[in-house]
């Protein structure tokens, strides 16, 4: 199973804002600020978007940003652009692995 | 700049073994704890391995323990994955990660553009 889940799928028109959730529990995204986000493209290596919840790299769009409330992180994508259509997926560190299942995000 | 390029995967028959490679360049290997981490296709990212800077703190998830071996060579900037008794199920993309911080405090970043296990007779 997955150490942390996440939905399948998300979609949004081009200019609206999406969000991802993540859910782990009171052991992890509850307890530690250490949830990283990241964008891959069909046949790409994926590329880190956030780290430690809510930085940002640099070169990373503003346009992406995260949060955490309890033991939910979320990836925000304001702004939607058709080159943001990849799989997403975060990352925490639990006693099963380090990512969710991943999350497609259609662009309509 | 920062980059890292893994070799050595292709196809094998099941039971038998391959050795990936990763040769990083443009920051201090020896510095950073690094992972690899795979990706069956048309699935998800599996972390499987990741190893300190002087290799004396090493982690293998359950799928790959005691049938891979993650080592380094700092001198050579290079990390390796020894993959032995393979598997029908361990067909994936492998790709190697620079950790920052410490794992379980940290993320992954970079990432090599991946290699190719096919396992298969």
């Known amino acids: 199973q997955s150490a942390v889940t996440q939905p399948a799928s998300v979609s949004g028109s081009p200019g609206q804002s999406i969000n991802i959730s993540c859910t782990g529990s009171s052991s992890d995204i509850g307890l530690y600020n250490f949830v990283s986000w990241y964008q891959q493209h069909p046949g790409k290596a994926p590329k880190l978007l956030i780290y430690d919840v809510t930085k940002r790299p640099s070169g990373v769009s503003d346009r992406f940003s995260g949060s955490k409330s309890g033991n939910t992180a979320s990836l925000t994508i304001s702004g939607l652009q058709p080159e943001d259509e990849a799989d997403y997926y975060c990352?925490?560190?639990?006693?099963?692995?380090?990512f969710g299942g991943g999350t497609k995000l259609t662009v309509l | 700049q920062v980059q890292l390029v893994e070799s050595g995967g292709g196809l094998v028959k099941p039971g038998g073994s391959l050795r990936l490679s990763c040769a990083a360049s443009g920051f201090t290997f020896s510095d950073y704890y690094m992972s690899w981490i795979r990706q069956a296709p048309g699935k998800g990212l599996e972390w499987i391995a990741y190893i300190s800077t002087s290799a004396n703190v090493i982690h293998y998830s359950d799928s790959v323990k005691g049938r891979f071996t993650v080592s380094r060579d700092n001198a050579r900037t290079s990390l390796y994955l020894q993959m032995n008794s393979l598997r029908d199920e361990d067909t994936a993309v492998y790709y190697c990660?620079?950790?920052?911080?410490?794992?379980?405090?940290?993320?992954?970043?970079?990432w090599g553009q991946g290699t190719l296990v096919f396992v298969s007779s």
């Open positions: 990660a620079r950790v920052f911080r410490i794992p379980s405090a940290g993320w992954f970043d970079p």
């Open positions: 990352s925490a560190y639990t006693n099963v692995g380090f």
